[in-house]
Structures are given as C-alpha cells and as structure tokens.
T-cell receptor, first 114, second 112 residues
Framework: NAGVTQTPKFQVLKTGQSMTLQCAQD?????MSWYRQDPGMGLRLIHY???????DQGEVPNGYNVSRSTTEDFPLRLLSAAPSQTSVYFC?????????????FGPGTRLTVL | SQQGEEDPQALSIQEGENATMNCSYK?????LQWYRQNSGRGLVHLIL?????REKHSGRLRVTLDTSKKSSSLLITASRAADTASYFC????????????FGSGTQLTVLP
C-alpha cells in the first residue's frame, strides 16, 4: 500500500495563478482532511471530508476549494494564489479497523507563492 | 484562560446509549472543534462549529454551540465500544486566529 500520497512535493507559483494539490489514499478511509503548517505554528485545518460527496470547511478555508468525488482522492485547489498561501500543505486520513482513529499524513507539499 | 474545560472528566455508558460531553470556555471564539484521541494515539479531528452556527451534525455526532453561555456539547448517539476514547474540545479564540487551545478532555468508556 502506498498509504497517503501527495503531489507535487514542491511548487512555485506567481501571485494570481491557480493550481491543484493532489492527495490520494489507498486505505479506503472515509475521512480526509487538508492542513497547512506555517513556521512557528501548528497545523491549521483548511477543509475536511467525512466521505465521498461530502466536504466541509475547516479553520482557514478562504482561498481554497475541495471536492470529494471518490473515496480515494481529495484534491485541494488554490483559486488565485497569494503570497499568504506560501506554506507546507499536508493531507491526512483517519484510519479504521485496527488503526481506528489513527491519523495518517501524507509527505506534504511545499508551496511558495511569489 | 481561554482554554476549554470539558465536563464530565470521565463518562462510562453501555453500548447503544447516547453520550453527551460538554465544553465551557471564557473568551469569545472564532470556532470550536472537537477531537478524539484513542489511548496512545494522536488526535483526530471530528467536527468544527463556527461562532455563528448553533448546531452541526456529522454521522452519529451532534455538536451544539451556545455563545451566550460560552458552552458547547458533543452528543454521540448509539455509542459503540469503538467510541471509547478521550474527547477534547479545542478553541480558536477571536483575538488570535493561530493557536488551537485544547481542554483537558472527557474520558469516555463504552461498555459492550
């Protein structure tokens, strides 16, 4: 199993550009979420999804869109990138069964907006 | 302190019963979140309710928020043994949109 994968690992954008951060999981987890982590701060929740077709806003949703058309994929879209969105983005899922409630994180995407 | 305080500290119920946990706080908040932590595991986000919302549902979870009383409740319906965990409320206060401040938690035990 690949677990939680994120692409790209690194990205540089210019202000105003749009892009999609990909997140995929092969663990058949219902719950997926996106966080951003900035220097000196903990994780802040952007959006989350409790299952295919269901999404909800987290703490800092402005400037980001998500969709959940399948259980496996949970892409995060930046509509018009701003320097304030320079951050490291983590996708996470919540385990089930023997790993019930354990949260699995992807490797992260480091985004720089110029 | 802006820290949320959960009540009760410990709760033991039978499988199938409903479990209600409360959280009180002292400051104005931007939003309030509930997390679950199984023994020896990391925190798992359950649900977020904003200061302008009064009630929110997610599966078997129901969260209410009363900003006039500075309190929130988490209701778990039809509990299962797998719901046994510690439950924490966490605050993002209005004054700072950075720090997520956790309460001390409610230990829920669901007996089969």
């Amino acid at each position: 199993n690949a677990g939680v994968t994120q692409t790209p690992k690194f990205q540089v954008l210019k202000t105003g550009q749009s892009m999609t951060l990909q997140c995929a999981q092969d663990m058949n987890h219902e719950y997926m979420s996106w966080y951003r982590q900035d220097p000196g701060m903990g994780l802040r929740l952007i959006h989350y999804s409790v299952g295919a077709g269901i999404t909800d806003q987290g703490e800092v949703p402005n400037g980001y869109n998500v969709s959940r058309s399948t259980t496996e994929d949970f892409p995060l879209r930046l509509l018009s990138a701003a320097p304030s969105q320079t951050s490291v983005y983590f996708c996470a899922t919540t385990g089930q069964g023997s790993s019930h409630n354990e949260q699995f994180f992807g490797p992260g995407t480091r985004l720089t907006v110029l | 302190s802006q820290q949320g305080e959960e009540d009760p500290q410990a709760l033991s119920i039978q499988e199938g019963e409903n479990a209600t946990m409360n959280c009180s706080y002292k400051t104005s908040i931007n939003n309030l979140q509930w997390y679950r932590q199984n023994s020896g595991r990391g925190l798992v986000h359950l649900i977020l309710i904003r200061s302008n919302e009064r009630e929110k549902h997610s599966g078997r979870l129901r969260v209410t928020l009363d900003t006039s009383k500075k309190s929130s409740s988490l209701l778990i319906t039809a509990s299962r043994a797998a719901d046994t965990a510690s439950y924490f409320c966490a605050l993002i206060s209005s004054g700072s949109a950075r720090q997520l401040t956790f309460g001390s938690g409610t230990q829920l035990t669901v007996l089969p």
